[in-house]
Each structure stands twice: as structure tokens, then as C-alpha cells.
């Protein structure tokens, strides 16, 4: 009965944003669980050390660098994949960033580079990733999220709405695809270390805060969000839709 319930062989799985941190980890995990792997990143020299590292531990990966801001771009790039590999029955909406600052000093650009990246990348990849999906009546999508979808913190106000509408465009899509076989469901982090948290995780003033915060009393190990990843990529959340699965040691459970 259970047999097969997060099995992925013979699935192929595109993760926006993986040549570093949370999305490479995820990328090795959905590898370990059976898919092929598609990593994506604006950078090619970071592509093919990511690509690299993954072949070091005998974990085919194939490589596709687009801009995911550019709705031309992802469309271009999902042709391209599916005409080279084959369908993409996964995708996983990870590239995002981060500028630390108060809301006071936010210039437009500032602004829009985040939101262009964390929501409007999220819709433009997507929709390219759905309008295949829908035709075959098969997909997964899940956006990574933030606790930051829920819970604000001084410095954060573009991130924190990105993240927010995140939360919103997870149910919309949701709304729209899922009677056409597509589950679209998010996976919110707390605080794991990575590049984009390093001032943070330098900082050992937030860290004391965050070990306090946090019911489980530490950072995040990306390794840990693989398990969330796995189960929305498979049959196992066929009926799971439109959700947002915390991953964060307990912050959200707690005042
Ligand atoms: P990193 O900064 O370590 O990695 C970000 C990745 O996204 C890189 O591979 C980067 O490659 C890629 N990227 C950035 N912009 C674009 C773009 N426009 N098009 C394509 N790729 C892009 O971040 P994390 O691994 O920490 O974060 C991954 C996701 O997880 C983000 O959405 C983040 O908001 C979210 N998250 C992270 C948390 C944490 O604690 N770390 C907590 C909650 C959520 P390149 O620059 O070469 O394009």
C-alpha cells in the first residue's frame, strides 16, 4: 500500500534558485529520491561547480542558467528543457533574495528587484511549468515560501510582502490547476544558514535571539527542509493542495 508513496523515479524535477544553499540541498535530495535534476541559476560558473558537486557524490544533474524575473526567459527555458530532457513533472520555486534595511530607506528599485525575484519569479516560472503541466493533467509545484509569509521583523518590508504574497499566490494557482492534476503547495523555512542569512548567522546577538525564538533552540540544517520537498514532489501529497508546510523548529507554533 505504502510502496512507491515518495518514490520519484523516472521524474524530472526543475529547482529554480539551486546552485547554492536551500535549492542545491533540495536538489540532491529529490536526486537521492529517485529524479532527474534540472539546476538553475543566473550564474553558469556557480551552475557547473553545483553540477559538479552533485556528479562527485555519482548524482546526475543537468544544468539550465535563466533569469527567472524574465517571464520571456522562463517560458524560453521550459521549451528548451522539455525538448532536451522530456516533461517536467516537478518544479520547485526557490530563487530568492534578501536586503536587510529599514522601510524608511527603501528606494523603488530596491523594492522591485525583490519583489520582481521572490513573487513575480515565482508566477512567471510557474505559469511556463503549468501551461505543460495542465496539458498533460500531471504536475507538482511547490514555492518556497518564509515564516516571513506570517510573521513581519524590523528591516524586512519588501522581503517579508514577497514572501506574504507568496503565501496568496500558492492558493490562487492552487484554485485554478488543481482540477487539472496539478498540486501546488509551499514549503515555509525558518532561519537555516546559508549565504543569504550570513550577516545573521555572524551576527551573534540575532543568533542568541533565534536560539530563544526557536522551541528547538538552534539554526536549521537545509538537509532538514529534504523530507517537506519529497513528500509535496510525490504521490504521497496527491490530495495535499494549496498548503503551506512549516519547517521551522517550532517559531511559528510560539509567541
Ligand atoms: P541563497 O542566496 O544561498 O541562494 C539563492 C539562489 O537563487 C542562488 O542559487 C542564486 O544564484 C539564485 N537566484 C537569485 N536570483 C535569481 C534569479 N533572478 N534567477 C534565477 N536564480 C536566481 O539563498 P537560500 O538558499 O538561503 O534561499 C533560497 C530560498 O529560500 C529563497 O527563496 C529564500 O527566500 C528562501 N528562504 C530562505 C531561508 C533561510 O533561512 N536561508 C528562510 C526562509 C526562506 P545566482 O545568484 O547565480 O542567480
Known amino acids: 500500500m505504502t510502496a512507491g ?27 537521492e529520491a529517485g529524479a532527474q535534476v534540472v539546476l538553475n541559476g543566473r550564474d553558469p560558473a556557480k551552475l557547473e561547480a553545483a553540477r559538479a558537486g552533485l556528479a562527485a557524490s555519482g548524482l546526475a544533474a543537468e544544468v539550465a542558467a535563466f533569469d527567472v524575473t524574465e517571464a520571456a526567459a522562463a517560458e524560453a527555458a521550459l521549451a528548451e528543457i522539455e525538448a532536451r530532457l522530456g516533461p517536467v513533472d516537478i518544479l520547485v520555486n526557490n530563487a530568492g533574495i534578501t536586503r536587510r534595511m529599514p522601510a524608511l530607506d527603501v528606494l523603488p528599485a530596491v523594492w522591485h528587484e525583490i519583489l520582481r525575484t521572490n513573487l513575480d519569479g515565482v508566477f512567471f516560472v510557474a505559469q511556463a511549468a503549468a501551461r505543460r503541466m495542465t496539458a498533460r493533467g500531471r504536475g507538482k509545484i511547490i514555492n518556497i515560501a518564509s515564516v516571513q509569509s506570517d510573521l513581519a521583523r524590523p528591516g524586512t518590508a519588501p522581503y517579508a510582502t514577497s514572501k506574504g504574497g507568496v503565501r496568496m499566490l500558492t492558493r490562487a494557482l492552487c484554485a485554478e490547476w488543481a482540477a487539472r492534476g ?12 546559508t549565504e543569504l542569512t550570513r550577516p545573521l548567522v555572524e551576527d551573534a546577538e540575532f543568533t542568541a535571539w ?17 523530507g517537506a520537498c519529497v513528500f509535496l514532489a510525490a ?3 496527491d490530495f495535499v493542495n494549496g498548503q503551506m508546510l512549516y519547517v521551522d523548529g517550532g517559531m511559528t507554533a510560539v509567541v
Open 5 to 31: 508513496l515518495f518514490d520519484l523515479t523516472g521524474r524530472r524535477a526543475l529547482l529554480t534558485g539551486s546552485s547554492q544553499g536551500i535549492g542545491l540541498a533540495l536538489a540532491r535530495g529529490l536526486a
Open 235 to 237: 504521490p504521497a501529497s
Open 210 to 226: 533565534l536560539a530563544r525564538r526557536t522551541p528547538a533552540g538552534r539554526w536549521g540544517r537545509v538537509e532538514e527542509l529534504v
Open 182 to 193: 496539478v498540486q501546488v503547495n509551499a514549503i515555509a523555512p525558518g532561519y537555516f544558514a
